[in-house]
Every structure is written in C-alpha cells, then in structure tokens.
C-alpha cells in the first residue's frame, strides 16, 4: 500500500530515520487498527534535479522497495523513501537494494 496523504508523511517525518549513501529512510509503527500490511511513501526534493532527475529517482525508489520490502518490511509500519541530490538515479541497483535493507534493519534495531 501506497502512502498518499500528508500527515501520514509527516508522522513518519517524526519517528526513526536513518541514512544511507543513497537515500534516507523514515519508519514509524503505526498505532493499533490504523492500517494492515506496510506502508510506503516516495518523495525527492527539488535539491534532486529537475522533474526528469526526480522522478527516475522516485521510480528507481519504488522498484528497489518492490524488491526488498516484502521481505523484510513488517506490518503495521510506514516507510518513507527520500531521494538524495544526484546519488540515487545514478547508483547500482543492487547497491541500492542493500542500502535499503541496512537501512530497514536499523530503523528495526
């Protein structure tokens, strides 16, 4: 499931985050009975490039999170993706799939 609304950003905003080479993530468990499954949300600022530069980050962002969350994501939790400046559009894949899993283990600890 997608995250679509602001405040859902926000909230993950407010929680865990931690940091990779390739992007940041944010995770926050979601209270009782808000949600079933994971949720996940994609978002690159301008500091990323132009709207070409963004959005192959975002769908770089997607498919990587396609791969790895369902492994390893749990439920009841949201997790939003952040693109970096000139980093993730042009990083391995699979390098970027490893980020993200470091990244999900440690907002997990």
Same mark, same amino acid.
């Given at each position: 499931? @997608?995250?679509?609304?602001?405040?859902?950003?926000?909230?993950?905003? #407010?929680?865990?985050?931690? /940091?990779?080479?390739?992007?940041?993530?944010?995770?926050?468990?979601?209270?009782?009975?808000?949600?079933?499954?994971? $949720?996940v949300?994609?978002?690159?600022?301008?500091?990323? !490039? +132009?709207?070409?530069? #963004? +959005?192959?980050?975002? #769908?770089?962002?997607?498919?990587?999170a #396609?791969? @790895?969350?369902? /492994?390893?994501? $749990?439920? /009841?939790?949201?997790y @939003?993706?952040? !693109?970096?400046?000139?980093?993730?559009? +042009?990083? !391995?894949?699979?390098?970027?799939? $490893?980020?993200?899993?470091?990244?999900?283990?440690?907002?997990?600890?």
């Amino acid at each position: 499931m @997608v995250l679509a609304k602001r405040s859902a950003f926000l909230a993950a905003a #407010r929680a865990r985050r931690q /940091g990779t080479k390739s992007m940041m993530v944010q995770g926050r468990k979601r209270k009782e009975g808000e949600a079933d499954g994971f $949720r996940v949300g994609f978002t690159c600022s301008k500091k990323v !490039g +132009n709207a070409v530069a #963004r +959005n192959r980050a975002k #769908r770089r962002l997607r498919e990587a999170a #396609r791969h @790895v969350l369902p /492994g390893i994501g $749990r439920d /009841g939790w949201d997790y @939003v993706l952040i !693109g970096r400046a000139e980093v993730t559009a +042009n990083r !391995g894949f699979e390098d970027l799939k $490893r980020d993200l899993a470091y990244a999900i283990k440690k907002i997990h600890g």
